[in-house]
């Protein structure tokens, strides 16, 4: 277990695009909500980043966290405007603060925010982990979900994050 679990962009809005679901999105908050109930009874922290844009407005039902989420008004959130969740936020100094030097990461989408906020992280010195099938996507430029995921996955490993099987 890393020292914090962080949660990524998984809002109303990210994971319901004009009428379409994000690949494996009840498998994902399936596996997600596990994650949080193990790092919340190891009493280790959990943080939410939720992305705001024109389509995302903060405060709207879109930029609002998914229902289904396990999170608790004691957890950690905190909001962005790019794709790196370091950028121009507070999040390296909520990190800091809490000792971190180990990180956990799961949300979507796979090719933007969760491929920028991992590379960061890793540039910063962070230890990263990510399971497989945790971050999601949609299908783009003629590639389905899965193998954008795949990808992306293959890319992190070994580089920028440890990429463990969810079935080990």
């Not at 389509?55 to 039902?61: A, F, K, M, P, S």
Request: charged share 20%.
């Amino acid at each position: 277990m890393e020292d914090v679990f962080v949660v990524i962009d998984l809002q109303n809005g990210v994971c319901n695009e004009n009428g379409t679901t994000i690949d494996h999105l009840d498998r994902l908050l399936d596996f997600v909500n596990q994650r949080i109930d193990r790092y919340r009874a190891a009493a280790r922290p959990i943080i939410f980043v939720q992305h705001e844009d024109e389509e995302l407005v903060y405060g709207t039902t879109a930029w609002q966290l998914h229902p289904q989420l396990h999170h608790e008004p004691t957890d950690i959130y905190t909001r962005k405007t790019h794709a790196n969740s370091f950028f121009q936020t507070d999040f390296a100094e909520i990190l800091h603060d809490l000792g971190v030097k180990r990180i956990e990461f799961a949300g979507a989408q796979t090719e933007y925010c969760m491929d920028g906020t991992i590379k960061f992280a890793h540039g910063l010195g962070f230890e990263n982990t990510v399971y497989t099938q945790a971050t999601s996507t949609y299908p783009s430029n003629g590639l389905t979900a899965s193998a954008i995921i795949e990808w992306y996955e293959g890319i992190w490993q070994n580089r920028y994050a440890r990429v463990l099987s969810q079935t080990k």
